[in-house]
């Protein structure tokens, strides 16, 4: 496993315990709340660490594409 592989492996597990946290405060609640939560979290968050237009740009749009990604992942897991 290379080095950037292994920073994934380690952002990937505290992402998955972090979202183990998060998970039961969002189940339960309406569509339309999950969504506005996800989306204010992403806002402070692009906000909050990316100061130049042309790099919350650059990350709205890699953001997107890693959502596109993790979605058909989890479908695929659920057609399987």
Same mark, same amino acid.
């Given at each position: /496993?290379?080095?950037?592989? *292994?920073?994934?492996?380690? &952002? %990937?597990?505290?992402?998955?315990?972090?979202? %183990? !946290?998060? /998970?039961?405060?969002?189940? +339960?609640? =309406? *569509?339309?709340?999950?969504?506005?939560? &996800?989306?204010?979290?992403?806002? &402070?968050? &692009?906000? %909050?660490?990316?100061? =130049? *237009?042309? /790099? !919350? #740009?650059?990350?709205? #749009?890699?953001?997107? !594409?890693?959502?596109?990604?993790?979605? #058909?992942?989890? /479908? +695929? *897991?659920?057609? %399987?």
């Amino acid at each position: /496993m290379s080095f950037l592989e *292994d920073d994934a492996a380690v &952002i %990937g597990e505290q992402a998955d315990a972090l979202l %183990g !946290r998060i /998970m039961p405060l969002l189940a +339960g609640q =309406s *569509d339309e709340v999950q969504a506005a939560v &996800i989306a204010d979290l992403a806002a &402070i968050w &692009i906000v %909050g660490h990316h100061k =130049s *237009d042309c /790099m !919350r #740009e650059e990350l709205i #749009e890699l953001h997107a !594409r890693h959502v596109r990604e993790l979605v #058909e992942m989890y /479908m +695929g *897991d659920a057609d %399987g």
